[in-house]
């Protein structure tokens, strides 16, 4: 057992993966000489030099398109974007070449690249870099999404996501990189693709994913306090999605909230919903909730910032009115 | 363009345009050093502070250039440019406070602030993001014939972004009154200009593309606003520009960035080429203002900053219901609040329960 963060666990996944396999290499802004604008590739540079782990221009669209190419040729790619926020810079790259590749080449070849970022509020860091986006590459046929709340998950998802014949998209969470954890990296981690169940209670399901898993915790806590026990199941990955794991328990059990920091209409938690009602829907007693992030932009003001995302409270009181 | 009303600039008698480009910089210095106090006293939303200091000689001369007719956008490090060009400090610093008073009522904050009133289509924290706009303001300009001309301000990183050479290839092809205007303090966060281009002679690019093409040192601030009032001029008449203004970026990227990717004798060397301290110099060598003249202009911004800060303060966060308000426009509706959404399902189910 030791004692790493979440950003610690990160850069040991990369240092591991690329002790091992000489094909990975990193390209992105600042991930050389300065260490990662959140400090998740620091030093690596000096271990790796400078032909693995490549500092680029500002170029976002050249940097997914250029993992796009070496992974096509032979290398295995991490390029990082420094926010989510930028993904729609490089979207064409990502949706139109990365994801449909393999389809339109009729299966002769992948692209095996991951792309890593990070997304999320509690920074005050404003509407252009703070959002939730991951809806945006849930929704791409071709893409796979891997979104870890652990600091466990931090480690074995980046491993796992390198050796995916497919390109991963990885997005990690700002407020999480500085949480610590006890772990066992020489433990089994759970299979790629498969739905952790973090807490186990008769009385409602709710699913989550990345830092809302932590929030859903907090509320479960509080519910537990007034006698209400949830099962609380966090999807380490999006795509693929292990719903099995959530019908599983939602028949089981017969009440669903999903809990979801992107914004509510047309987001993942919009997704879960939606499957959870079609497939569960003769087990359920109360429709599905969604606790999402509201359909407005992030603000600077903290205060504001905060309001415009799920939080403890929320989720603990809607949880509570659906046993009402 | 409208100065900001109170200290007139002094020594105005002569022709030179020195002493007022002298104030102006000396504001924006004073402003961003309260920012980085603000910062300290824990009193700005969040640490995505982006200092201009250093760099005050391209706000100063190259806003000298402008009409009040004219438009312009920012990148992140924009604070001078947009108290140059006549902000109003305390509405400024309260939107990096994150305040309701402040410009954009603190939804922006420091990296989102704009002011139709001043011309300025907005800060950005895209890097690149604003400058393509001031292809489609150069078209306005064009159709409405209201002889404006729109200047995009941005960094040495963002000559990293292809979209700066699609607005430049556009604004060339049509003939659009248009500057785009690079602030080159030689570094994009740690990365220095030279790891990040292999020609560093950053107006070549734009001559290839058919606009007049210039680097200026910012040291002296009346090269840049030369400089500026030329390519300004030339675009106004139809043939758009590029003006890279070459300083030296004092502090770290942002608050909390140290710069440990650049060394001690590389930062003083920088911060000996201060336009601010430069252009103090030559208005006391050529006799333009007495030293004590300049120093009583100092202090009195130097108040006048202090009371921004303590304005910034006392002011209230934005109430949490306005953060519904003006995702669209006002004559619409505002969007749902997830709590009303949930509270009509709930209420149905506790109806029928
Ligand atoms: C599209 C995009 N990529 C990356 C960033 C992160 N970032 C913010 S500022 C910056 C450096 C910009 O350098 P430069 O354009 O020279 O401006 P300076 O900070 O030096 O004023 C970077 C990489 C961003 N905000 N937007
Ligand atoms: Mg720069």
Redesign the pocket.
């Known amino acids: 057992m030791a004692e790493l963060t979440y950003r610690d666990a990160l850069r040991k996944a990369l240092a591991d993966a690329m002790t091992e396999n000489p094909d990975i290499v990193i390209l992105g802004?600042?991930v050389g000489r300065y260490g990662g604008a959140y400090g998740v590739t620091k030093d690596l540079i000096k271990e790796f030099g400078p032909e693995r782990v490549i500092d680029t221009p500002?170029s976002?669209p050249s940097i997914v398109g250029a993992a796009v190419g070496a992974a096509m040729t032979g290398l295995r790619p991490v390029a990082e974007l420094?926010?989510v926020d930028?993904l729609g810079?490089t979207m064409d790259q990502l949706a139109n070449q990365a994801a449909k590749i393999r389809y339109m080449f009729g299966g002769q070849i992948g692209v095996p690249m991951v792309l890593r970022t990070q997304g999320g509020t509690g920074r005050s860091a404003g509407a252009q870099h703070s959002q939730s986006l991951e809806a945006y590459v849930m929704h791409t046929p071709g893409l796979r999404l891997a979104m870890p709340a652990t600091v466990a998950d931090a480690y074995h998802l980046l491993r796992q996501a390198l050796e995916r014949p497919d390109p991963v998209v990885f997005i990690e969470h700002k407020a999480l990189y500085t949480m610590k954890e006890d772990v066992d990296l020489g433990a089994r981690p759970p299979a790629w693709g498969k739905a952790a169940v973090r807490r186990q209670g008769k009385d409602l399901v709710i699913v989550t994913y990345s830092r809302q898993l932590h929030y859903v915790m907090d509320a479960a806590k509080a519910l537990s306090a007034k006698g209400i026990e949830a099962t609380v199941i966090d999807l380490r990955t999006l795509n693929p999605l292990d719903f099995d794991t959530i019908r599983e328990h939602v028949e089981r059990i017969g009440r669903a909230m999903v809990v979801s920091e992107g914004a509510m209409t047309a987001g993942v938690a919009a997704e879960l919903a939606a499957r959870i009602s079609e497939e569960c829907f003769d087990f359920l007693e109360e429709p599905v909730i969604r606790v999402a992030g509201e359909d407005i932009p992030i603000s600077v003001s903290p205060a504001l910032e905060s309001g415009s995302v799920p939080g403890p409270q929320l989720i603990a009181e809607m949880a509570g009115r659906l046993l009402a | 363009m409208s100065k900001p009303k109170g200290a007139s600039a002094p020594g105005t008698k002569t022709n030179s345009d020195l002493p007022e480009l002298y104030r102006t910089m000396r504001r924006v210095r004073s402003f961003e050093e309260r920012v980085g106090e603000l910062f300290v006293r824990g009193q700005t939303a969040g640490s995505m502070l982006?200092l201009s200091i250093g760099e005050e000689s391209a706000a100063a001369g190259i806003t000298a250039a402008m009409k009040p007719q004219d438009t312009f956008t920012t990148?992140?490090?924009g604070h001078g440019i947009f108290l140059a060009r006549g902000a109003d400090p305390k509405r400024m610093m309260a939107e990096i406070g994150g305040k309701e008073a402040g410009y954009c009522h603190g939804k922006g904050g420091s990296m989102h602030i704009a002011d139709m009133g001043l011309g300025h289509l907005g800060a950005n924290?895209?890097?690149?993001?604003g400058i393509p706009a001031v292809v489609g303001a150069g078209l306005s300009a064009r159709r409405k014939r209201n002889n404006a001309v729109s200047v995009a301000f941005?960094?040495?990183?963002?000559t990293g972004q292809g979209v700066l050479y699609e607005s430049m290839n556009m604004a060339a092809l049509w003939g659009l009154p248009v500057l785009f205007a690079c602030?080159n303090?030689q570094?994009?966060?740690g990365t220095r200009i030279d790891q990040a281009t292999a020609n560093t002679a950053l107006h070549e690019r734009a001559i290839a593309f058919g606009l007049n093409g210039e680097s200026v040192d910012g040291l002296d601030v009346e090269e840049v606003a030369e400089a500026a009032r030329r390519l300004v001029d030339a675009a106004r008449a139809g043939k758009p520009g590029f003006l890279a203004v070459s300083c030296y970026?004092f502090y770290g990227?942002a608050r909390k960035d140290k710069s440990p990717y650049r060394d001690a004798a590389e930062e003083e060397a920088g911060r000996q080429r201060d336009p601010v301290a430069f252009a103090r110099a030559r208005l006391i060598e050529r006799g333009l203002v007495k030293a004590a003249e300049l120093d009583a202009l100092d202090s009195e911004i130097a108040r006048e900053m202090d009371a921004t800060i303590d304005f910034t303060i006392a002011q209230n966060e934005p109430p949490l219901a306005s953060m519904f308000r003006d995702v669209f426009d006002p004559s619409e509706p505002e969007p749902e609040p997830v709590r009303t959404r949930l509270n009509r399902v709930l209420a149905t189910e506790q109806e029928n329960g």
């Open positions: 802004e600042e500002i976002e420094m926010y930028f810079m | 982006h990148h992140h490090r924290a895209i890097v690149g993001g941005f960094g040495d990183g963002a602030i303090n570094y994009g966060m970026r990227h």
